[in-house]
Nanobody
Framework: QVQLVESGGGLVQPGGSLRLSCAAS????????MGWYRQAPGKQRELVAG???????NYADSVKGRFTISRDNAKNTVYLQMNSLKPEDTADYYC??????????????WGQGTQVTVSS
């Protein structure tokens, strides 16, 4: 059973910083792309940032220059460093990973979500 477990969300003032972590556990062969998505109330889930297993990154325009995604392949963990947070960053943040669990099967997995609230 593969699980993605997120941590690091919370309440922060505008201009502040938070670091999210997401660790994959269970039995699997390898992890490919990893990423962070968010969903604000009444809105669709959107991609925030993604990273390949080779380290290539991509970001939503709204977070470029403020957020940094990274990963530690030895720990099966992906991080999201969020700086200069704005109220519009308030959302539930979800970790996603494409994982190979057998020779012929790979699939997307999701974490349970962690809430980020930016408010004074």
């Amino acid at each position: 059973q593969v699980q993605l477990v997120e941590s690091g969300g919370g309440l922060v003032q505008p201009g502040g910083s938070l670091r999210l972590s997401c660790a994959a556990s269970g039995t699997f062969f390898s992890i490919y792309d990893m990423g962070w998505y968010r969903q604000a109330p009444g809105k669709q889930r959107e991609l925030v940032a993604g990273i390949t297993n080779g380290g290539r990154t991509n970001y939503a325009d709204s977070v470029k220059g403020r957020f940094t995604i990274s990963r530690d392949n030895a720990k099966n963990t992906v991080y999201l460093q969020m700086n200069s947070l704005k109220p519009e960053d308030t959302a539930d943040y979800y970790c996603n990973a494409e994982i190979r669990i057998s020779t012929y099967y790979r699939s997307d997995y999701w974490g349970q979500g962690t809430q980020v609230t930016v408010s004074s």
